[in-house]
Nanobody, 126 residues
């Protein structure tokens, strides 16, 4: 079992950048695929990006490709989400989650993820 913890959120102007981090204690975090999701006020939680447990495969929500980049450093038990050219509509609480241990595929749906962090707020201002 792992417990992800997000950090790096904050207030940023439109066009700016932020890098979110997702860390978890325990040596086995590197054996889980990790996904980022977000939830804006009044909206459902949605998929943002995910990375395989080895880090070789990534998946993105189509509309975010080119602006968001997910990566991981397994030596540090940390997954990152680099967000560039942020827009007002990127304002949301961002969650990271760990999927099935040693999953051969990269999960992209909420129900496939078992362990969730508490979220970090990202606010983009004009």
């Amino acid at each position: 079992q792992v417990q992800p913890v997000e950090s790096g959120g904050g207030l940023v102007q439109a066009g700016g950048s932020l890098r979110l981090s997702c860390a978890a204690s325990g040596r086995t975090f590197s054996n889980y695929p990790v996904g980022w999701f977000r939830q804006a006020p009044g909206k459902e939680r949605e998929f943002v990006a995910a990375v395989s447990w080895r880090g070789a495969t990534t998946r993105y929500e189509d509309s975010l490709k080119g602006r968001f980049t997910i990566s991981r450093d397994n030596a540090k038990n940390t997954v990152y989400l680099q967000m560039n050219n942020l827009k007002l509509e990127d304002t949301a609480v961002y969650y990271c989650a760990a999927g099935p241990l040693w999953s051969p595929v990269v999960p992209v749906t909420i129900k496939e993820y078992n362990y969730w962090g508490q979220g970090t707020q990202v606010t983009v201002s004009s």
